[in-house]
């Protein structure tokens, strides 16, 4: 019995041996296709991000397409190559755009990718063909040495024209980092030359109004392709701070009075053009400030901000007014270092005199066709300080240009092809959008400048002297100091004498585009800066709303890189906007190109149809 036990036992570990050989050859014939399959899903992994990057390449290279379809063939094709090569991180040296066309690249994780093919299908589509090849790293073991992946977009043009207004906020809280003289360097206040193609790289200072210049240049990059005129396409330019500059050759817009006084207020110097809101005085509309009326219907008043030099004595002295300018000052030496010139009081920031002051130096520029000219506009921008911010008046000059109320007076020349009156066009007319860009800094706001009367004059010393220059910055004309003269103290202001036609004291402020503060042009109860502010808003709102109506889109954009700007103020823009989704809050620096971008995007109505 014992001897059959132990002959059972040796048969079960035979048994046991063979079955445990037989699970060995199981899981080594089982370990052929997972690691065929580990090594598939591995390299499948990469190949679909391959393939995902080449995807998102080919519709940027369609919309680029697209926006460009009218240029000639070759440089079309190297914009659009440039465009799909930058997506595609190309690893190899000797890379162009041209080679970009013919050859195949290494690329994102080591394909070899091709641009294919480039094909303007119409006037309207553009299509662009590539393939990848990825080399496998684990899939080789099976057999699999490559992935070959093919992809194509088609991009098409919406058939619409657009009339276009960039109403641009050139306040001197734009000019950051650039305000007073221990900050004006090269540095915070170089101009940088804007881009002139929507591939061109350009870094902006870090400053706002050359941020700003730069992304609105983006913008119209964009929108124009790299054509110098887009069939349907027009857009204006408005500069504004509490007024607009209107061009100083536009004399027959001034009402009859002003243009008789014109050179013996301004001389020795000129009107720069900017012209004053059309309410608030005898015979100005109630709504002035508020409607599209032209300048046949209501003539326009030069801005013109009167010196305060001698209007404020005390004891026989004289007391620093806030624009103490002098005609003796503008004499015939206009050139050489100790020339002194009104650009020399301009580029005094805060501190600047003047009939111009607080006036943007840049003029409106009506719609135009040219790339060019709206580029150059955008270029010659620069900040103008004093006064404050009234977007209200920028909003309006805004429509201004889109006003088809406005068509005899911007005498624009002959009907585009295929309209039947010239620019402005009607409102509503078929396959044309009017549109307003509008961007600020800051909160509606009349300022007043503490270095003189008849405000609040609060500096404690001179406010009148300016360096030359700043660490390399060079500023026009000699260092000079034409007032020695302090503020008053609260405790000798009753005593102050006001000149004959000067402005009170009490209760007043800078001069702007509703004259000052004291004048009472706003209404009778504005008294204060903060009253102001409200009525400012309430007529912003009211504008927002009537410009609407009209069938105009509305884009705002509120720059709020300094934290300072208001709750009010960004619902005020937002509701301003034609839709939520036309708002646009900026926080930081870096933001305002990519926001400009994206809202140039919108306007070309770019699509990918496949």
């Given at each position: 019995?014992?001897?059959?036990?132990?002959?059972?036992?040796?048969?079960?570990?035979?048994?046991?041996?063979?079955?445990?050989?037989?699970?060995?050859?199981?899981?080594?014939?089982?370990?052929?296709?997972?690691?065929?399959?580990?090594?598939?899903?591995?390299?499948?992994?990469?190949?679909?991000?391959?393939?995902?990057?080449?995807?998102?390449?080919?519709?940027?290279?369609?919309?680029?397409?697209?926006?460009?379809?009218?240029?000639?063939?070759?440089?079309?094709?190297?914009?659009?190559?440039?465009?799909?090569?930058?997506?595609?991180?190309?690893?190899?040296?000797?890379?162009?755009a041209a080679t970009g066309l013919t050859q195949s690249w290494k690329s994102f994780l080591d394909s070899s990718v091709r641009l294919e093919t480039l094909t303007a299908l119409d006037q309207l589509t553009f299509q662009v063909t590539a393939s990848a090849q990825m080399p496998t790293t684990f899939a080789n073991v099976i057999g699999i040495s490559t992935f070959t992946m093919r992809g194509s977009a088609r991009a098409q043009r919406a058939n619409t024209g657009l009339e276009l207004a960039l109403v641009l906020d050139i306040t001197g809280s734009m000019d950051t980092n650039c305000t007073l003289p221990s900050n004006r360097t090269t540095t915070n206040c170089a101009i940088t030359t804007i881009p002139r193609a929507s591939n061109q790289v350009i870094s902006a200072v870090n400053n706002n109004a050359d941020l700003m210049r730069v992304a609105a240049a983006d913008l119209v990059n964009i929108v124009f392709g790299n054509n110098e005129t887009q069939r349907n396409l027009y857009v204006s330019v408005v500069p504004f701070t509490t007024t607009v500059n209107l061009g100083p050759t536009r004399t027959a817009w001034l009402d009859a009075t002003s243009r008789a006084n014109l050179n013996a207020n301004f001389s020795p110097t000129t009107w720069w053009g900017c012209v004053e809101a059309r309410v608030g005085y005898a015979g100005a509309p109630a709504d002035g400030d508020r409607n599209d009326y032209t300048p046949a219907e209501v003539p326009f008043r030069p801005f013109y901000w009167p010196s305060t030099l001698g209007v404020y004595t005390r004891n026989g002295s004289r007391m620093p007014g806030d624009n103490d300018w002098a005609r003796r000052l503008w004499n015939a030496t206009t050139t050489g270092t100790d020339a002194i010139t009104e650009s020399w009081f301009q580029w005094r920031a805060n501190w600047q005199v003047g009939p111009n002051s607080g006036c943007p130096s840049t003029p409106v520029l009506p719609l135009s066709t040219?790339?060019?000219?709206?580029?150059?506009?955008?270029?010659?921008?620069?900040?103008?300080?004093?006064?404050?911010?009234?977007?209200?008046?920028?909003?309006?000059?805004?429509?201004?240009?889109?006003?088809?109320?406005?068509?005899?007076?911007?005498?624009?020349?002959?009907?585009?092809?295929?309209?039947?009156?010239?620019?402005?066009?009607?409102?509503?007319?078929?396959?044309?959008?009017?549109?307003?860009?509008?961007?600020?800094?800051?909160?509606?706001?009349?300022?007043?400048?503490?270095?003189?009367?008849?405000?609040?004059?609060?500096?404690?010393?001179?406010?009148?002297?300016?360096?030359?220059?700043?660490?390399?910055?060079?500023?026009?004309?000699?260092?000079?100091?034409?007032?020695?003269?302090?503020?008053?103290?609260?405790?000798?202001?009753?005593?102050?004498?006001?000149?004959?036609?000067?402005?009170?004291?009490?209760?007043?402020?800078d001069y702007t585009g509703y004259g000052r503060l004291g004048d009472r042009r706003l209404g009778g109860t504005i008294t204060t800066s903060a009253a102001a502010t409200t009525e400012l808003n309430n007529r912003l709102a009211a504008l927002c709303t009537t410009i609407k109506n009209n069938g105009i889109m509305i884009y705002t954009m509120v720059v709020n890189t300094t934290g300072s700007v208001s709750t009010a103020t960004r619902n005020l823009y937002q509701n301003c906007a034609t839709a939520p989704a036309n708002y646009y809050l900026v926080t930081t620096p870096d933001q305002l190109r990519p926001t400009f971008q994206l809202i140039a995007n919108e306007l070309t109505n770019l699509r990918i149809v496949q």
């Open positions: 019995m014992i001897a059959s036990l132990l002959r059972l036992l040796r048969g079960s570990r035979a048994g046991l041996a063979d079955r445990r050989a037989n699970l060995a050859i199981m899981v080594g014939l089982m370990m052929v296709p997972l690691t065929g399959f580990v090594a598939v899903a591995v390299d499948g992994m990469r190949a679909w991000l391959v393939y995902s990057r080449m995807t998102a390449a080919l519709d940027a290279a369609a919309l680029a397409g697209a926006r460009n379809i009218g240029l000639a063939a070759a440089t079309r094709n190297n914009e659009v190559s440039s465009l799909f090569w930058a997506n595609m991180s190309v690893k190899q040296s000797g890379w162009t040219s790339k060019t000219a709206v580029l150059d506009t955008i270029q010659s921008m620069r900040a103008n300080n004093r006064g404050g911010t009234m977007g209200n008046l920028g909003l309006l000059a805004g429509w201004w240009t889109l006003s088809p109320r406005w068509r005899a007076t911007w005498n624009l020349g002959p009907a585009p092809d295929g309209q039947a009156t010239s620019l402005p066009l009607a409102y509503n007319t078929p396959n044309m959008r009017k549109v307003i860009v509008m961007m600020t800094d800051g909160d509606q706001n009349w300022f007043d400048s503490p270095n003189g009367l008849p405000g609040a004059c609060t500096s404690s010393a001179d406010s009148r002297s300016f360096p030359t220059a700043a660490a390399g910055f060079a500023a026009p004309g000699p260092t000079m100091v034409l007032q020695a003269v302090d503020c008053p103290s609260s405790s000798q202001l009753s005593s102050v004498v006001v000149a004959a036609g000067g402005p009170a004291i009490s209760g007043n402020a």
